[in-house]
């Protein structure tokens, strides 16, 4: 049995928000049904602002300055299931960065790599649970109520 620590990949997740309080969820192009915010993986020398830059205009095509860096609420961690690794970790830990969303900007799911297949804006409290597979939950779950006071996301009280 292996008893190492496990091993977890540095990454960055932003919460986009609109003016209107609504913020931005992407539906996975690999997993329909599988909806998220947009993440993905610090690379070596990079910094987590740098990162985040990156994935924005990577996965939802926001340049950098298209949004303002509100808040940042690290860490958060999380095991992939089944034991599985990917790139040789265990899991992630993540960096979340709440930002606003600009004047005369709009996230697109059109892009070179697309990670989504569409985009949509929700209410932080019209968030569903069983939008993510298992071992995300209990993350995303403190990340809306430490950013937004969201005591439960819709679905919690299912036990699927």
């Known amino acids: 049995m292996d008893t190492a620590a496990p091993i977890y990949r540095p990454n960055v997740a932003a919460i986009i928000r609109r003016s209107d309080n609504k913020i931005l969820v992407g539906e996975r192009s690999d997993r329909p ?5 947009p993440q993905g993986g610090i690379k070596t020398l990079e910094t987590p602002e740098g990162a985040l830059e990156r994935e924005l205009f990577e996965e939802v095509g926001l340049p950098g300055g298209s949004y303002r860096i509100l808040e940042r609420k690290e860490p958060y961690r999380y095991l992939f299931e089944n034991g599985r690794t990917k790139e040789g970790y265990h899991g992630q830990e993540q960096i979340y960065f709440l930002v606003e969303l600009l004047p005369g900007f709009q996230p697109h799911h059109e892009t070179t790599e697309p990670e989504f297949r569409a985009l949509r804006w929700i209410d932080p409290s019209e968030f569903h649970i069983k939008w993510l597979p298992r071992f995300k939950r209990e993350v995303y779950r403190q990340v809306l109520n430490r950013f937004f ?11 699927s």
């Open 33 to 37: 049904g599988s909806w998220q915010f």
């Open 149 to 159: 006071g969201v005591p439960s996301l819709v679905g919690d009280g299912d036990q």
